[in-house]
């Protein structure tokens, strides 16, 4: 199955692995890449230093196409990027600041580039700085999230009917349905994180993908909205913070609450208690730890009969 | 085209209107049913006296089944059930209380009931009373909604797969695209709210009207999120109590803030400053208002070329 996007990445299908903080390392990029997808390093947790060994790594590995994500808010965004075009990445997943921060630099280079986006008036603004894609992600997406709140629903076919280039959707799919649903709304591929955050080849903590299996849909949460919104699973830390923010709280009071280093701790050394659990609400509906493969697979196959048995 | 709901409602297209208080009328029902669809009541806004006229004028201008929507918390909710049943009305759609309240009565009368739920454990009890579909309604969907906010995309497909009687989906639908996405994600029909409230048969205010197509998607918003999620365009009113709300504010002080028949104010009188206009996130995307028969013809045709351009 191939769409223009497809195409243009060189990838079999349009499945993109989103690059996850503490979850995305060079082990998940290449097996996703090696299925036909394209995998995506999350560079928003790496030193210069990290990025480096997993880049090695990594292209070591697969002569497939691999990818980085970078939220432009790390303060090792702008040395990441000078590492991953060193190391002759060519796919730039951008996020968390303006487009046009680093795009012209990465075209004159030769590189795809896509940002990602939760509103409309931010996709117009992609499009403008010279992207090739925009990646449209609703309000279910795990992590971090736009102000705006706007469901995949709303928020995929609206980008779709606003850009000419092309739409990458994400938040909230999981599984073959999601895909088609994601196509049909106007989407030329996907970028699935959750789904492969919860795999085996994932870099996330074995008690943190427990959790993740264990938590059901109504215990993902968006929190931080006033601030730094933020979807993650409920538990002691979280619940926390949660209460103070309703009765209240002050951006000061939250950030005393917060300290440094909760996703670290939740995501990457396994405290499930007291680290942030960083997941998109469609974890509530998964059940498995499988392979990237089988995940890739499942999808392409989910997909196809979804499409199939579409009534006409 | 047609479904196995779609033949055991005997109506032509599976799209369902809403029964959305102040804007579902009989004119809106009646439309949305002689074009093929089944228009819904809303019966939450109406005193019996006032539904019976309803029923009078619906009946009275279509042979098409028409069907009405119950909040079971309205305080003529049981009254309401009542006249409808004298009128003969045989689809009932009730919300808002437990499917157990009324189901068997409604069944030993030969009447189509479906439940509207905001979660699978929702779902799960509504199948248990012997309901014959269940209405899923993901959190993008305008006025009162689940605390859960679980969205429409993570919803469907999650109901789909944990019930075996049909699936309605709503929240966030407003044309061909969204139906293939329902579709795909395992519905057997679509309910649309926001798309029938903005047109010409919605018995909402013009001023309503006027205020939900100049609304931006970031316009529209879930509050009253801890004590009775409610999703509206923030004006005035709305500011005001989710200020309230973000410092802290009691129910009883969030109680007094509303007072008492703001959606009436807003959405039937027009008061877009300080009435309640419910509405949902899509609204922000939708730019004129039709014919609810153009609604049904735009969306089934929008179906058909979604469905054809899905790349296999």
Same mark, same amino acid.
């Not at 060193?86 to 730039?92: E, P, S």
């Not at 699935?192 to 919860?198: D, E, N, P, S, Y």
């Given at each position: 199955m191939s769409t223009s996007l497809s195409q243009c990445l060189g990838i079999a299908y349009p499945i993109i692995s989103g690059g996850m903080v503490w979850a995305s390392g060079w082990r998940l990029a290449v097996a996703v890449s090696e299925a036909g997808g394209l995998g995506l390093l999350g560079s928003g947790s790496m030193?210069?230093?990290?990025?480096?060994?997993?880049?090695?790594?990594?292209?070591? +590995?697969?002569?497939?196409?691999?990818?980085?994500?970078?939220?432009?808010?790390?303060?090792?965004?702008?040395e990441n990027i000078q590492v991953a075009l060193?190391?002759?990445?060519?796919?730039?997943f951008t996020s968390a600041g303006s487009p046009r921060q680093h795009t012209e630099r990465l075209k004159a280079r030769g590189a795809f580039v896509a940002h990602v986006v939760p509103s409309v008036k931010?996709?117009?603004?992609?499009?403008?700085?010279?992207?090739?894609?925009?990646?449209?992600?609703?309000?279910?997406?795990?992590?971090?999230?736009?102000?705006?709140?706007?469901?995949?629903?709303?928020?995929?076919?609206?980008?779709? +009917?606003?850009?000419?280039?092309?739409v990458i959707a994400a938040g909230g799919i999981a599984d073959g349905r999601g895909m088609a649903a994601a196509m049909a709304l106007g989407a030329s591929a996907v970028q699935?994180?959750?789904?492969?955050?919860?795999t085996k080849e994932s870099s996330a903590h074995e008690n943190f993908k427990a959790a993740a299996l264990l938590a059901e849909d109504t215990a993902v949460k968006l929190y931080l909205r006033r601030f730094m919104p933020t979807r993650a699973i409920v538990n002691d830390y979280l619940g926390r913070v949660m209460a103070a923010e309703a009765s209240g709280a002050t951006t000061a009071q939250l950030l005393e609450l917060l300290g440094r280093g909760r996703a670290k701790r939740g995501i990457f050394e396994g405290d499930v208690v007291e680290g942030e659990l960083e997941i998109g609400q469609v974890a509530g509906h998964i059940d498995d730890i499988p392979t990237a493969a089988q995940v890739v697979e499942r999808m392409m196959c989910g997909y196809r009969e979804t499409v199939a048995r579409l009534p006409v």
């Open positions: 030193t210069p230093q990290v990025l480096a060994h997993h880049l090695e790594q990594a292209l070591g +590995s697969t002569s497939a196409p691999v990818g980085i994500n970078v939220p432009l808010m790390h303060e090792h965004a702008a060193d190391h002759g990445i060519k796919v730039f931010l996709a117009l603004k992609v499009e403008a700085a010279g992207c090739d894609a925009v990646v449209a992600e609703g309000t279910e997406a795990g992590g971090h999230n736009g102000f705006e709140e706007i469901t995949s629903l709303v928020l995929w076919p609206a980008v779709a +009917s606003a850009v000419r280039i092309p699935v994180g959750t789904r492969f955050a919860l």
